[in-house]
């Protein structure tokens, strides 16, 4: 028997990971004039007025940064390093003061600016996440099935579960800095103008142009944790899983740096909070006449270069070729780490599956146009089926008529190329561009992309469309890093419908094991109503499709009980084969009776018994002769 050597050496498989099978196309830059314009009024648009969807961002961002499976240090090490590849001034900023604050010496904080800072790590684990992080900084979609094997190397499935969500919810942050500049608060630009400039950091347009924009408020990392803390006081547990806690305006408006207005009141539901409602009695009007009209760029604002946005967005399946299957995924699952997985299905929920200014048409093929960007054939799928399922006229109840069918499936592969879509009207068209320009990293999003939706939407609409690629970004970096299996009946439609295209599922096909048998669509509603109301395992299975247990921590110590090996004391968790002995002092972590060392040689998973999960131990398929990390191979 051969066996596939995955993790012989750390440093050979690094090499391996980021040298990607396929050269991926370039993104052209914006144009030099485009990238100087000013942003004009962006504390107007600032999407802390979708009051629900930043309330999920920020209870995501506190609660995954906070002391847990990883430590809040290195959680912020990591940050910083994906931002700095990621472009994003403002996080890089953030990151670096919030590190300064822990204590860490500014020469260390340097360093991980190098481009090879990787390479200079004599720690494998920590090299192992920082090479997932360095995917995730540049382009999310190179992540593989090695860099699976590589974190299994050193980390069991709820650390990397942590790992990952970080990854994830750092996109989505990095992308909020790309869409809208935030304008840094006065305490970290002073800091990082000092210490930054040294390694080239640059205000850039995260330096305010107007006193509305420029934030006045202690540095944002401190308000996070603070955030921590009141989530945890006000986080309650019991047998069935979570229950959402809830925050004060006061706390929203100390994060941001702004004096919002209560703006959860929606007297006529229309999904317009009041104080932007000029109708706020009835329902199907909220515009003030004249509205659109006083939100146009300013007088001499040149128009959109649309020949200098006008390229090849979607170069066909992406992603690097896997020397391993990859290996029981399922239990990489985001539910595992619950508080931050509320707060970013809270986003999800209150962008991609509401209408309020915008139609379900109009969010999902935002959401489709940033994913052909992005590159994550998951999303592709969701995003394409989500266009036709929220197309029927009664949600979920019916099929959309044979004879509109040809006329849906052509607008939904015009988006490929929609430039040149006669489905496509002006407003939507600046929309997409938006939404494409966003889908990679870093990305080519400048003012001019605002200025061209201020000629088509009101303020209270440029919201909610800028919110759109950050929810997407978090979803794009997350399904992408755990190689989500998409559901059968997405896969199934798209490749009917867009498979003559060249659409193909790529790493999203599962083994049978793992298929997922529903859209999330069909089950979303149920599922934040499920969390709402603390029954979040049960929802979570049947999204899933995988069994999902529930989420009680005798010990408080961040680690759920069924994957704590010590689950009344909250100083130590890591017991894989649960023999009493932590896996730190364990020679054999877990229980397959072959040494850790000589796993590591074979290319075997020390954390797993099974480590192709199909049934057989490693010791047995040693025996019989057949690979123990394939399981395909019986």
């Not at 099935?145 to 942050?173: F, K, S, V």
């Not at 329902?283 to 959109?304: D, V």
């Not at 991609?352 to 052909?372: D, G, H, K």
Request: hydrophobic share 40%; aromatic share 10%; net charge negative.
């Amino acid at each position: 028997m051969k066996l596939k050597t995955l993790v012989a050496s750390t440093a050979a498989l690094i090499t391996t990971i980021l040298l990607p099978a396929q050269t991926l196309a370039e993104t052209p830059p914006a144009p030099a004039a485009d990238q100087e314009t000013p942003f004009y009024d962006r504390h107007k648009i600032d999407i802390s007025n979708l009051f629900d969807f930043y309330e999920g961002l920020l209870i995501s961002d506190a609660m995954i940064h906070a002391d847990a499976m990883f430590d809040a240090e290195t959680k912020w090490r990591l940050t910083l390093r994906q931002m700095v590849l990621a472009g994003s001034g403002h996080h890089t900023a953030r990151s670096a003061y919030q590190l300064s604050l822990m204590g860490v010496p500014l020469a260390e904080i340097h360093a991980i600016f190098a481009p090879d800072y990787v390479e200079t790590l004599e720690n494998p684990r920590l090299e192992a996440a920082f090479t997932y992080i360095d995917v995730m900084g540049s382009y999310p979609i190179t992540s593989s099935a090695d860099i699976h094997a590589l974190l299994r190397t050193h980390y069991p499935d709820r650390q990397i579960a942590e790992l990952m969500q970080l990854g994830a919810i750092n996109n989505a942050m990095a992308t909020h800095d790309a869409v809208l500049p935030i304008a840094t608060d006065q305490e970290t630009l002073d800091w990082a103008i000092e210490n930054l400039s040294a390694v080239g950091w640059e205000p850039g347009h995260n330096a305010a142009t107007s006193p509305e924009e420029q934030r006045t408020n202690p540095f944002v990392g401190n308000a996070l944790m603070q955030a921590v803390a009141e989530i945890d006081a006000a986080w309650v547990r019991d047998d069935l899983g979570a229950v959402d806690p809830v925050f004060e305006t006061d706390w929203v408006n100390y994060i941001t740096g702004y004096d919002i207005p209560i703006l959860t009141f929606d007297g006529d539901q229309d999904g317009i909070e009041e104080p932007f409602d000029a109708f706020p009695a009835t329902l199907l009007e909220w515009e003030a006449p004249g509205l659109r009209e006083a939100n146009l760029p300013a007088a001499g604002t040149p128009p959109f270069n649309v020949a200098a946005y006008d390229y090849d967005f979607y170069d066909g399946p992406q992603g690097t070729e896997a020397s391993v299957p990859y290996s029981d995924r399922s239990q990489f699952d985001t539910y595992w780490a619950r508080q931050a997985a509320f707060g970013t299905l809270t986003m999800d929920e209150y962008i991609l599956q509401t209408e309020r200014t915008m139609e379900f048409a109009e969010i999902w093929s935002m959401f489709f146009v940033y994913q052909l960007a992005s590159g994550c054939v998951h999303c592709q799928a969701h995003g394409a089926f989500g266009i036709y399922d929220y197309t029927e006229a009664d949600y979920f109840q019916s099929e959309i008529p044979p004879e509109d069918l040809p006329e849906l499936i052509a607008y939904i592969q015009s988006l490929m190329d929609f430039e040149r879509s006669e489905f496509v009207e002006p407003a939507q068209r600046a929309a997409l561009r938006l939404a494409r320009d966003a889908g990679r990293l870093p990305t080519r999003v400048t003012a001019a992309h605002i200025e061209e939706l201020r000629r088509h939407f009101t303020d209270r609409e440029i919201q909610e469309i800028l919110a759109i690629p950050v929810v997407t970004a978090w979803l794009s970096g997350s399904m992408q890093s755990m190689a989500v299996v998409t559901d059968q009946l997405s896969m199934s439609w798209m490749l009917r419908h867009l498979g003559p295209m060249g659409w193909t599922p790529g790493v999203h096909l599962g083994l049978p094991n793992e298929q997922r048998p529903h859209h999330m669509t069909q089950l979303f509603d149920l599922l934040v109503a499920d969390m709402n109301s603390g029954k979040v395992p049960d929802a979570a299975t049947e999204w899933t499709g995988l069994p999902v247990p529930l989420a009680v921590d005798a010990d408080g110590d961040g680690v759920e009980d069924a994957f704590d090996g010590f689950p009344n004391d909250p100083s130590r968790w890591a017991d894989t084969d649960r023999d009493g002995i932590e896996d730190s002092s364990d020679d054999d972590i877990d229980g397959d009776g072959i040494a850790n060392t000589e796993e590591v040689s074979l290319g075997i998973f020390p954390y797993k018994a099974d480590s192709d999960g199909d049934g057989i131990d490693d010791p047995t398929e040693l025996n019989a002769g057949t690979d123990p990390v394939d399981p395909r191979s019986l």
